[in-house]
């Protein structure tokens, strides 16, 4: 027995000897005591998972719950399944069969659904739409439409003075986006229900978020082919007209927002069809299936790569005016 040992027996007032100290092995040789479980994993962890271990929320509370309900992240922050079959091979026997085959495509699919339930468009349901957001929608779309009217009047200098059917196609998609901005039908309306003043628009600075879509049609005018851009105006044009129907939907319905129908324009036009676009559109991949160049020039991967970057810029620009603050 050790000294120690004597003197707990001692105390005690037994004169049994007390039992060995946990920390010593029978035979009086010191052994280190092993941790309890859970400060055994948490010493084997990083300092922040060992934190995020004790948060931990028990499955069956409300916040567990309120977790499990929270919003899937945007498309553009996690990896997308890989395709069936590799874009690469696909061999098209006709030009505009690419389109079916775009609308399957797991992106396109994931990136649509997101869209037509955007966070921007849930909050107007909810009447819990900010007047920040609502004025960044404003700022954002006024750069937006000037971007894209100026694309259109370049297409048709390099493509529409050359082929009447492409010229048609451009001058249309040129008058509608003027339609919206400088005629001051649509936009405007809601510029000024919001006390946004030209003034405001000038001054206001760009998310470079919101105004990459803008960018990558640019691009697409000088870099590609009218064909390209027509599939892609045939495959987002009714996502971006859903869309437009659910906002002018949720700001009537709600009287909170105080919107009149005017000031709600600019939604009504993009929420119609634009069944002359739809006719055109058909015509130009007509004549793409007459076109051997064209698909040698533009195989499936390439007119794919175009349409998921469009698509893919159209979810950042949603994003981007749902998140920062109106800044001028």
């Known amino acids: 027995m050790t000294e120690s040992s004597k003197k707990r027996a001692e105390r005690s007032g037994s004169g049994e000897p007390a039992s060995a100290s946990p920390e010593q092995s029978v035979d009086g040789q010191q052994r280190r005591r092993r941790p ?3 400060l055994e994993i948490a010493t084997a962890e990083t300092g922040s998972d060992a934190v995020n271990k004790a948060k931990r929320i028990p499955e069956d509370s409300p916040k567990a719950e309120k977790k499990k309900e929270r919003r899937p992240p945007s498309p553009t922050k996690r990896a997308l399944p890989p395709p069936a079959s590799g874009a ?21 699919v994931e990136n649509a659904k997101y869209l037509i339930d955007h966070c921007f468009l849930r909050d107007m349901q909810n009447g819990k739409l900010s007047t920040n957001r609502a004025r960044k929608f404003v700022a954002e779309n006024y750069y937006v439409i000037r971007s ?20 048609k196609f451009f001058e249309f998609l040129r008058v509608a986006a003027g339609f919206a901005a400088t005629h001051y039908v649509d936009l405007a309306h809601f510029q000024k229900a919001l006390k946004l003043t030209e003034d405001d628009m000038q001054r206001y600075e760009p998310s470079p978020r919101s ?3 803008s960018a990558y049609f640019s691009w697409l005018v000088t870099h590609t082919d009218p064909s390209i851009i027509a599939v892609c105006y045939l495959l987002n044009y009714p996502i971006w007209a859903q869309m437009c129907t659910a906002a002018k ?6 009287p909170k927002y105080r919107l009149s129908e ?14 002359d676009m739809e006719l055109m559109v058909t015509e130009i991949l007509k004549r793409a299936d007459g076109d051997s160049k064209l698909k040698q020039s533009f195989p499936y991967k390439k007119i794919k790569d175009c349409v998921r970057v469009l698509q893919t810029y159209l979810v950042e620009f949603w994003d981007g005016i749902y998140q920062g603050a109106y800044t001028s």
């Open 148 to 167: 894209d009217m100026r694309s259109f009047e370049v297409a048709f200098e390099l493509y529409g003075r050359k082929d009447d059917l492409y010229g």
């Open 211 to 213: 105004q990459c879509y």
């Open 36 to 38: 309890p479980a859970q």
């Open 262 to 275: 005017k000031d709600t324009s600019y939604f009504a036009f993009y929420s119609e069809p634009l069944d």
């Open 88 to 108: 690469s091979k696909i061999q098209l026997e006709v030009w505009s069969e690419c389109v079916p085959l775009l609308r399957n495509e797991a992106f396109f």
């Open 249 to 254: 939907d949720a700001i009537t319905a709600n």
